[in-house]
């Protein structure tokens, strides 16, 4: 289907005609003769007939002048995104002062023949932080509110040579727990805990997987410490020491031997105050919770008996962008005109860091040759002769300085400060990257590239794939957004209009539906006064199996995400609507799918084969792009919210698969993940339901492929 040439004005003769004709009687209500055969009538047809000449040759000029039109109104193509990930550093042995990893370490992928390396850099200064412990609490668990609960102090007793700890009950109860409390935050720290326990005698638990939790205080809840499944096959990979571990990187059994475990602390960990008897105890707790995962799952007849812990730094974490970083780029010198402008060399620029000791900012040597730092504004409108301000455009490099204009009274208006002249001119630093190719995957990025700054770290990679690189908006795309920008002017009115400008907040955004809400009936059949909009984040694959990592984002993530959405919008819609804004609910399936394909009695049976496993490929992919929470749908533009999939919308889509004779089967089955992140399918339906707020999402389809 070949690409529709963007429209500047929709509108035709007959839409000019009426539209003139409703506006006769607010103008002129005397003039009530509104037939063809009327002589105003004819000259509203003659001057429409003249409009709609000219809006045809408007809507048929060059790309140049087009895009010269959007960019008269603000508009601008988006510039490429760059991905982000999570690096984990390992360090060679546990360290007994303060390791500061800087900001700005680089850590890329592998180079081939084929394929360049890619770079990340970190974002943020990593603190390795050495645990202190500071107290250690044991709370007894008994019916009612949490306040219910009975703690006792045992810091004292946990320092002496030979403690022995009951860390639950004597009768263990489901929520007993005891607390580590930590002097400093350890958020984003990988802890190792050496753990003293005395041998109990056949407990009656699974050994193998024991009933505890160990959680965090994220500052609004406890959350668990498990390590994602994805997550536990790189560390087992990567490091000698957690491969002997058991499946949640503990080999005390249940407390029940003495042993070690490891624990990532995510980076929202935060400090918490905990009361007991008169005292306020503030720490970083860490907390190991009994109870079961699972029904019938078998429990504790007898408290773990505790006898020492000690606490070691083996590891941290850190956000990185795929960008690389240029310092201290000079740009010339100033000729103490208006309106200069100078170009970086490494376009696209990101975003600049204003933090730190180097902010990211335009600087302009003085006399005594010390540089003054500029300010980025948008736009030289609200700037004053004496304000040393700039803009800098992302995607081309381009950096202008205020620009003097002559008002209508015939006076001339210095917009911006001009930089004095002969003076040097300099970026004190930005970053330059970005693109789809950075959304690499799990386990890629293990190439340091500043060793000087990492001797005391074993190994670099990241858990996680990378994601939310894209690329930089097209020339046709920004066409098609051009007219969309120019009718929402960014004031949000519509159902439209507030879906597309949550998507213009963040890249992260691949999709916003506004969902409406019902109507409370105590307010007597008012509509409700707040907009729900919810967010599905950019995923890299569309033709293979989303990881749920990649959707079901972490708590920090998420927020961030509906933060930057909700700050965006709420510039730009009503003064009385409230935004409640949060992510979309998906829902697993996994399709079973047989499918009958011709005889081929003339080919080797190694052929056929061969022709069966390509088909059952193709039929994977084809379900994979269908049922897709972004690109996939009847329209390819997402699986719709609260649609229902059934068989005659998968019948067809396999049929068409090139080879397939006929579809024979296809049936459905939900697919649910437990805390630890365990796949749980069930049974096999025809038909699979949604709610307002779910989207589907593929899981692993099973395809069987047979000759007729």
Same mark, same amino acid.
């Given at each position: 289907?070949?690409?529709?040439?963007?429209?500047?004005?929709?509108?035709?003769?007959?839409?000019?005609?009426?539209?003139?004709?409703?506006?006769?009687?607010?103008?002129?209500?005397?003039?009530?003769?509104?037939?063809?055969?009327?002589?105003? %009538?004819?000259?509203?047809?003659?001057?429409?007939?003249?409009?709609?000449?000219?809006?045809?040759?408007?809507?048929?000029?060059?790309?140049?002048?087009?895009?010269?039109?959007?960019? #008269?109104?603000?508009?601008?193509?988006?510039?490429?995104?760059?991905?982000?990930?999570?690096?984990?550093?390992?360090?060679?042995?546990?360290?007994?002062?303060?390791?500061?990893?800087?900001?700005?370490?680089? &850590?890329?992928?592998?180079?081939?023949?084929?394929?360049?390396?890619?770079?990340?850099?970190?974002?943020?200064?990593?603190?390795?932080?050495?645990?202190?412990?500071?107290?250690?609490?044991?709370?007894?668990?008994?019916?009612?509110?949490?306040?219910?609960?009975?703690?006792?102090?045992?810091?004292?007793?946990?320092?002496?040579?030979?403690?022995?700890?009951?860390?639950?009950?004597?009768?263990?109860?489901?929520?007993?727990?005891? !607390?580590?409390?930590?002097?400093?935050? #350890?958020?984003?720290?990988?802890?190792?805990?050496?753990?003293?326990?005395?041998?109990?005698?056949?407990?009656?638990?699974?050994?193998?997987?024991?009933?505890? *939790?160990?959680?965090?205080?994220?500052?609004?809840?406890?959350?668990?410490?498990? &390590?994602?499944?994805?997550?536990?096959?790189?560390?087992?990979?990567?490091?000698?020491?957690?491969? @002997?571990?058991?499946?949640? #990187?503990?080999?005390?059994?249940?407390?029940?031997?003495?042993?070690?475990?490891?624990?990532?602390?995510?980076?929202?960990?935060?400090?918490?105050?905990?009361?007991?008897?008169?005292?306020?105890?503030?720490?970083?707790?860490?907390?190991?919770?009994?109870?079961?995962?699972?029904?019938?799952?078998?429990? !504790?007849?007898?408290?773990?008996?505790?006898?020492?812990?000690?606490?070691?730094?083996? $590891? +941290?974490?850190?956000?990185?962008?795929?960008?690389?970083?240029?310092?201290?780029?000079?740009?010339?010198?100033?000729?103490?005109?208006? $309106?200069?402008?100078?170009?970086?060399?490494?376009?696209?620029?990101?975003?600049?860091?204003?933090?730190?000791?180097?902010?990211?900012?335009?600087?302009?040597?003085?006399?005594?040759?010390?540089?003054?730092?500029?300010?980025?504004?948008?736009?030289?409108?609200?700037?004053?002769?004496?304000?040393?301000?700039?803009?800098?455009?992302?995607?081309?490099?381009?950096?202008?300085?205020?620009?003097?204009?002559?008002?209508?009274?015939?006076?001339?208006?210095?917009?911006?400060?001009?930089?004095?002249?002969?003076?040097?001119?300099?970026?004190? @630093?930005?970053?330059?990257?970005?693109?789809?190719?950075?959304?690499? +995957?799990?386990?890629?990025?293990?190439?340091?590239?500043?060793?000087?700054?990492?001797?005391?770290?074993?190994?670099?990679?990241?858990?996680?794939?990378?994601?939310?690189?894209?690329?930089?908006? *097209?020339?046709?795309?920004?066409?098609?957004?051009?007219?969309?920008?120019?009718?929402?002017?960014?004031?949000?009115?519509?159902?439209?209009?507030?879906?597309?400008?949550?998507?213009?907040?963040?890249?992260?955004? @691949?999709?916003?539906?506004?969902?409406?809400?019902?109507?409370?009936?105590?307010?007597?059949?008012?509509?409700?006064? !707040?907009?729900?909009?919810?967010?599905?984040?950019?995923?890299?694959?569309?033709?293979?199996?989303?990881?749920?990592?990649?959707?079901?984002?972490?708590?920090?993530?998420?927020?961030?995400?509906?933060?930057?959405?909700?700050?965006? %919008?709420?510039?730009?819609?009503?003064? *009385?609507?409230?935004?409640? &804004?949060?992510?979309?609910?998906?829902?697993? %399936?996994?399709?079973?799918?047989?499918?009958?394909?011709?005889?081929?009695?003339?080919?080797?049976?190694?052929?056929?084969?061969?022709?069966?496993?390509?088909?059952?490929?193709?039929?994977?992919? @084809?379900?994979?792009?269908?049922?897709?929470?972004? *690109?996939?749908?009847?329209?390819?533009?997402?699986?719709?919210?609260?649609?229902?999939?059934?068989?005659?919308? %998968?019948?067809?889509?396999?049929?068409?698969?090139?080879?397939?004779?006929?579809?024979?089967?296809?049936?459905?089955?939900?697919?649910?993940?437990?805390?630890?992140?365990?796949?749980?399918?069930?049974?096999?339906?025809?038909?699979?339901?949604?709610?307002?707020?779910?989207?589907?999402?593929?899981?692993?389809?099973?395809?069987?492929?047979?000759?007729?």
């Amino acid at each position: 289907m070949p690409a529709t040439t963007p429209i500047i004005d929709p509108r035709h003769f007959q839409d000019l005609v009426d539209e003139a004709k409703r506006r006769i009687p607010q103008y002129c209500p005397e003039w009530t003769d509104h037939n063809v055969s009327d002589p105003g %009538v004819t000259l509203i047809e003659l001057f429409s007939w003249m409009i709609d000449i000219v809006l045809y040759r408007l809507n048929r000029v060059p790309d140049r002048d087009y895009l010269k039109f959007l960019e #008269l109104v603000g508009a601008r193509p988006h510039p490429a995104v760059p991905a982000g990930a999570e690096l984990t550093f390992w360090l060679s042995a546990p360290q007994s002062q303060l390791i500061i990893i800087p900001r700005g370490i680089e &850590v890329a992928t592998r180079q081939t023949e084929t394929r360049p390396a890619i770079s990340f850099t970190t974002d943020t200064e990593m603190r390795l932080r050495v645990p202190k412990l500071r107290y250690c609490l044991l709370a007894q668990h008994h019916p009612g509110p949490p306040e219910s609960d009975v703690f006792s102090d045992v810091s004292e007793r946990l320092a002496w040579e030979r403690s022995d700890i009951s860390v639950f009950q004597e009768d263990p109860k489901e929520g007993d727990t005891f !607390y580590l409390g930590y002097e400093e935050n #350890l958020g984003g720290h990988a802890l190792r805990f050496d753990l003293r326990c005395e041998t109990l005698r056949a407990p009656n638990i699974n050994q193998d997987d024991p009933p505890i *939790t160990w959680e965090f205080w994220n500052g609004d809840s406890w959350a668990p410490l498990q &390590v994602p499944e994805e997550e536990l096959t790189v560390l087992r990979q990567t490091e000698p020491e957690c491969q @002997a571990l058991g499946p949640r #990187l503990d080999d005390t059994r249940g407390l029940n031997r003495d042993g070690r475990v490891f624990l990532v602390v995510p980076r929202t960990c935060a400090m918490s105050e905990l009361k007991v008897d008169t005292r306020a105890l503030t720490a970083c707790w860490i907390r190991c919770r009994a109870g079961r995962r699972r029904p019938q799952e078998r429990f !504790y007849d007898r408290s773990p008996i505790l006898q020492g812990v000690n606490t070691y730094t083996i $590891g +941290g974490q850190v956000t990185a962008s795929h960008s690389f970083e240029i310092p201290a780029e000079v740009l010339g010198r100033s000729d103490g005109t208006p $309106g200069q402008t100078f170009s970086l060399l490494y376009p696209p620029v990101l975003p600049r860091r204003l933090d730190g000791d180097s902010p990211e900012t335009l600087q302009v040597q003085l006399a005594d040759s010390s540089w003054e730092p500029w300010t980025e504004v948008e736009s030289f409108g609200d700037s004053s002769p004496t304000d040393s301000h700039f803009v800098i455009d992302e995607l081309s490099g381009e950096i202008r300085f205020g620009p003097r204009l002559r008002e209508p009274n015939g006076e001339e208006r210095q917009y911006g400060r001009v930089p004095p002249k002969g003076q040097p001119i300099r970026f004190a @630093a930005y970053r330059s990257g970005g693109g789809a190719i950075g959304n690499v +995957g799990r386990a890629t990025l293990t190439v340091p590239k500043s060793a000087s700054n990492l001797a005391y770290v074993k190994w670099v990679s990241n858990l996680r794939a990378a994601t939310g690189g894209r690329d930089r908006e *097209t020339i046709e795309a920004f066409k098609l957004r051009g007219p969309k920008l120019i009718r929402s002017r960014e004031v949000a009115v519509t159902r439209g209009d507030f879906e597309y400008l949550a998507r213009e907040a963040t890249p992260q955004a @691949a999709r916003v539906a506004c969902i409406p809400v019902a109507v409370d009936p105590k307010t007597n059949g008012n509509s409700p006064r !707040y907009v729900r909009l919810l967010i599905i984040p950019s995923v890299p694959t569309s033709d293979e199996r989303v990881p749920r990592e990649q959707l079901e984002l972490a708590p920090e993530v998420r927020r961030e995400l509906c933060r930057k959405v909700r700050a965006y %919008v709420e510039e730009r819609c009503p003064l *009385t609507t409230e935004l409640n &804004v949060g992510v979309a609910d998906y829902k697993w %399936v996994s399709a079973r799918v047989r499918l009958v394909v011709p005889a081929r009695s003339d080919l080797e049976p190694v052929q056929r084969e061969a022709i069966r496993t390509r088909i059952a490929e193709d039929a994977r992919r @084809a379900l994979f792009q269908f049922i897709h929470p972004v *690109t996939g749908g009847p329209d390819g533009e997402g699986w719709p919210f609260g649609k229902a999939l059934t068989m005659g919308d %998968v019948y067809p889509l396999l049929q068409s698969v090139p080879g397939v004779e006929y579809v024979e089967e296809v049936r459905f089955r939900p697919v649910t993940f437990d805390v630890g992140g365990r796949r749980q399918v069930g049974s096999e339906e025809r038909l699979l339901r949604l709610g307002s707020t779910e989207v589907f999402c593929s899981d692993l389809h099973d395809v069987e492929v047979v000759e007729e």
